[in-house]
């Protein structure tokens, strides 16, 4: 299984470049092409084709989470552009689940406040589909810290690669802005929808 590069349809942002999204898209791309490449030489080693140290052999396997759940997270951060800025719909699954503890505009206050945590990583909504809620949380490095087999509904990615072209550290706040100003909310909608 080779794992392609996903194109996105990405509309012009407010708030975030087209050089932002460009570098952005260029270390997505990275993550693709290091899936791949771990990936094809594991089927080596395992064919028999390659002969590595179970020691490197553990390292890659290591290091394919990383690279995997960089790549995935990425796909969910670009997909939430597709389509243009949409609102929260009135009538939707979430919007009725989100009622149960915010307004919509609460949720998006409450995901703001998780995003301003000291440090990089990603803020991450889950839907849980036993409890029937959401679950907000800040996720340090991608490959470790996700809530396990929950559907992923919404990824903002926090590190610096994703907004160091337009803002500095100290204005990652603006660039939170920018996320929420050109999210296409009918994405998270449906990822909801999905989930349950």
């Given at each position: 299984m080779t794992y392609p590069t996903k194109a996105f349809n990405l509309p012009v942002l407010a708030g975030i470049s087209e050089k932002q999204i460009?570098?952005?898209?260029?270390?997505?791309?990275?993550?693709?092409?290091?899936?791949?490449?771990?990936?094809?030489?594991?089927?080596?080693?395992?064919?028999?084709?390659?002969?590595?140290?179970?020691?490197?052999?553990?390292?890659?396997?290591?290091?394919?989470a990383f690279e995997f759940d960089g790549?995935?997270?990425h796909?969910?951060?670009?997909?939430?552009?597709?389509?243009g800025a949409v609102p929260f719909s009135a009538?939707?699954?979430?919007?009725?689940?989100?009622?149960?503890?915010?307004?919509?505009?609460?949720?998006?206050?409450?995901?703001k406040d998780v995003a301003g945590s000291r440090g990089i990583g990603w803020v991450v909504v889950y839907a849980d589909p036993v409890a029937k809620t959401l679950?907000?949380?800040?996720?340090?490095?991608?490959?470790?810290?996700?809530?396990?087999?929950?559907?992923i509904i919404l990824a903002l990615d926090l590190w610096e690669h994703a907004f160091m072209v337009d803002y500095v550290p100290a204005e990652k706040k603006n660039y939170v802005d920018a996320f929420f100003a050109n999210l296409n909310w009918s994405v998270v909608e449906n990822r909801f929808e999905e989930a349950l």
């Open positions: 460009k570098v952005h898209l260029a270390l997505y791309e990275g993550y693709v092409k290091h899936v791949n490449l771990i990936a094809e030489k594991l089927a080596f080693v395992r064919t028999g084709k390659l002969e590595l140290d179970p020691y490197m052999v553990a390292e890659l396997r290591r290091r394919f790549m995935r997270m796909e969910y951060y670009f997909a939430q552009f597709e389509g009538n939707s699954t979430l919007t009725k689940a989100v009622a149960e503890k915010y307004s919509p505009q609460d949720l998006i206050a409450h995901i679950h907000t949380v800040f996720v340090n490095d991608h490959e470790v810290g996700q809530l396990a087999g929950l559907p």
